[in-house]
């Protein structure tokens, strides 16, 4: 494991990336969407010229083949190489997408070529699981990670716990991402080096030892996520409330935003 060394599996417009840059890690960044890459990485080309980031415009997938991916037209953070998830979106939000071809790598192939990371953070709209898997093939491991949790399905929930206590994983925390503007960088920091920063709307924000409250066991992390899917359960979009008429026009009145969750882990 390189202790200085993060993978950001779903970089987008790049402000994950840039933190992890400011605070003196050394970044992979991977960004399927052709256009979004550019442009990140014009944005962060001093970081790329002095070797600190490394930047690949590629789609995670199941084997290093081309694939089709989703750029989705209204929010471009949902762009997925899942059809399911890119259908989910149109039929919830009214988020249409695009089809185009892409890259594709196995997650295998990246960290065989740049190594294990210390921190590695995934969120590729439901296949995150591709870049959890691929791990059972290295005896190291990151020290941490986080992941978007699925919020649809118990059973996958589920599943994504057993997989991150079989590679060692022991350690847990549930993050509401909608509240990520709020964090601070502690200081001193706990995760290299202090830097001020604002956490944008979408961010991913603090990890590791930095990231709010206390580190659970599985299964009290598990019992947080009972709670969090009752919520989803009554209040989502696909909630109870939401699909009678009325109760769509009041949630959308009082401009309730459905949160989501990220897990982070802990060896």
Known sequence: MDKNLIIDVGVHLGQDTEFYLKKGFKVVGIEAHPDIYK???????S???NGQLTLLNVAVSPK???VTFYANLDRSFWGTTLIDSAIQKERSFGARSIEMT??????ETILEQFGIPYYLKVDIEGADLLCIEALQQFDTKPQFLSIESTKTSWNELLQEFVLLQKLGYQKFKVINQSQIPKQVCPSPAREGKYIPHHFEYGASGLF?????GTWLADSAAINVYKSIFWNYKIFGVNGIIYRYPLGKMLLETLNIK????DTHASL
């Open 258 to 261: 459905e949160p989501w969750y």
């Open 64 to 66: 290093n083949e081309p």
């Open 208 to 212: 590791g030892e930095e990231t709010p």
């Open 47 to 49: 970081y790329i010229e």
């Open 39 to 45: 442009a990140t990485k014009q944005r962060l080309n």
């Open 102 to 107: 892409v890259e594709g790598r196995r997650f």
